[in-house]
């Protein structure tokens, strides 16, 4: 009996394979953890160049092209400028709202709705929709 209890006790002992086992069991919740870390700060980095460029296009739209004759520029001209103010989005990716008159100290209200791609989802299947980020910036015409 003493024999072959001694055979068993070092089956029993030997570690050999379990820091390859628990790295098998943590190095995905790991992985999971920073890419969602690192996509989370890209979409808050989208955001502020998002709230960036409405800010920026709303000051370009409320300035004057021609201040004599009271002229502003164009909705079409506005979206133009708009497109090169962010890197994380496209022009196909945005819409842009431009409201307001073209006279002076008119306010000018401009809204951008943007989509953000959403990887996430797209790996895990269950969401195959981007994520929609919005920006207001409003401003008087000078």
């Known amino acids: 009996m003493r024999t072959r209890l001694t055979r068993i006790t070092p089956r029993i002992t030997d570690d050999r394979g379990a820091a390859v086992l628990e790295f098998a069991l943590v190095f995905p919740v790991v992985a999971f953890l920073i890419f969602g870390l690192i996509y989370g700060l890209f979409a808050v980095a989208a955001h502020v160049s998002l709230a960036h ?3 920026r296009t709303v000051r370009y739209a409320s300035l004057a092209t021609d201040p004599v004759a009271g002229l502003y520029p164009t909705v079409e001209q506005v979206e133009t400028y708009m497109d090169g103010q962010t890197p994380f989005f496209t022009a196909s990716s945005c819409e842009t709202t431009v ?7 008119a ?4 809204d951008l709705t943007c989509a953000f791609p959403n990887p996430a ?3 895990v299947g269950f969401v195959d929709e981007d994520i929609t980020m919005t920006a207001h910036a409003t401003a008087r015409r000078e």
């Open 99 to 105: 409201a307001g008159e073209s006279r002076e100290n």
């Open 53 to 55: 460029a409405a800010s």
């Open 121 to 123: 989802g797209r790996v």
């Open 107 to 110: 306010p000018v209200v401009l």
